[in-house]
């Protein structure tokens, strides 16, 4: 049986996922959610309704997880766009 705490600290802990840091903190939870995912999906328990969502749900947090892979791609390559145009030597032309 939960007590008044049990709820206040899952409230605070839903808070404290909800604020996302960044994007590495953003794939971390996400990995996370795939390993327990993974790990219910997997268990000798879980009957056939229930490992069908934890597919669909580890379908959807790869196609997040990959997302964010593009995302971190791209603001690698605005950066390095942006240190090419305040480059004296390229004359505010990137060269790529």
Known sequence: MSTEKDRAD???NLRRWRKLDDRKD????VM????????LMYHPG???AERRRCA??????ART???CLEVGEYEERISR???LQSDPSTNGHSVL
């Open 81 to 83: 766009l942006e240190e």
């Open 56 to 61: 669909t749900t580890i379908s959807q947090l």
């Open 32 to 39: 996370r959610a795939l390993k327990t995912c993974e790990e």
């Open 65 to 67: 997880y990959l997302n």
């Open 10 to 12: 899952v409230s605070e």
């Open 46 to 48: 879980t009957d056939d």
């Open 26 to 29: 953003v794939q971390r939870r």
